[in-house]
């Protein structure tokens, strides 16, 4: 009997993953982590050095699912490596003209990194979580493939997670609708909230991000907004603004014009028609399979963006990506996943990216 640890928020997901493994004969326990944001966002008194159920939202109705289904109900505080592997990831992103991604580095570092350590020194030989996403191989390789749902399919945010922690993780719903996962649920009688909205937010971020950003030290230079090569105003300093970005920089164009590059060296934004690239590159590549080489793929730019065919050429550690249409706002920063039909190839960092005039 497998022994498995399932990430719990207390939702429909997670819940229902639980579920089905302890119906398919496995030994399940529930595991809630604790990013710690709240001390930062300073919205409440949590300690993280004495930790309760009560303070930290989602624990007591993953614990109640868990008296449901008769597990035990675990507790884990990952607040110091949430902040150092996610959190400073985002602050640093935007001093430097690039859009971060931080539930992709989530996922890498703190789900399937902290949190799949800390199951395995529990003696688990499995961390499963409620992620709509299948895993597969092909010709000898472990690789992540969309999940059949198409509209919740979450293969591109766990796109970072490496290859080898996959032996090690499970998905119970990649197989299943949102839908077949509430009746489910429903059927076996799970305590969980009704349906609701789903955010997508920035977990740790309450509010505007700059302000976010201003309370955690960053500031700003102002400089010139460039606009058809003039000067059309002054921003309040590169971190306050993204990539693709139209409203909110107070330029009275006649147009709309968009944030199309940042000049980091002379501190200027420069504006313009909204970004269209059909070439970047792709850094600190994240390989599932020794086939991903130069050739066509299936390329995804930002979570549940229009997928986009395009050639790809390795060199040197990098993929540069020539796509075979134009797509709007490809930002430094993100990340480009590569598929061929369902299975992910490989995942990198967009850099370079070079706008089409």
Sequence with gaps: ?????????????????????????????????????????????????????????????????????????????????????????????????????????????????ALLEYAVSRGADFLATGHYVRTGESNGARMFMRGADGSKDQSYFLSYVESSKLDKILFPLGSFTKSEVREIANEAGLPVPPPSGESQDICFVQGDYRDFLRRNGVTGIPGDFILDGKVAGTHHGIPFYSYGQRRGHGVAAGRRVFVREFDIEKNR?????????????????????????????????????????????????????????????????????????????????????????
Excluded at 66 to 88: A, E, M, N, Y
């Design 1 to 113: 009997m497998p022994k498995v640890l399932v990430g719990m928020s207390g939702g429909v997901d997670s819940s229902a993953a639980a579920y089905l493994l302890q119906k398919d004969g496995c030994h399940v326990e529930g595991v809630t982590f604790d990013t710690g944001f709240c001390l930062r966002c300073r919205r409440c008194h949590h300690d993280i050095q004495n930790p309760s159920k009560s303070d930290l939202p989602g624990a007591d109705e993953a614990a109640k699912v868990c008296r449901h289904l008769g597990v035990p109900h675990h507790i884990v505080r990952l607040g110091h490596q949430f902040q150092s592997k996610v959190v400073q990831a985002f602050i640093s992103a935007y001093p430097k003209g690039l859009t971060p991604n931080p539930c992709v580095l989530c996922n890498r570092h703190i789900k399937f990194g």
């Design 269 to 357: 934004i420069i504006l313009g028609d909204i970004p269209l690239t059909r070439e970047f590159d792709a850094e600190e590549l994240n390989i599932f399979t020794p086939e991903f080489a130069d050739g066509e793929y299936d390329i995804q730019v930002r979570y549940q963006s229009k997928v986009s065919r395009g050639n790809v050429e390795l060199d040197n550690g990098k993929a540069h990506v020539v796509l075979d249409e134009p797509h709007e706002i490809i930002a430094p920063g993100q990340f480009a996943v590569f598929y061929r039909g369902d299975y992910i190839y490989a995942a990198g960092q967009i850099s370079n990216v070079t706008l089409l005039d």
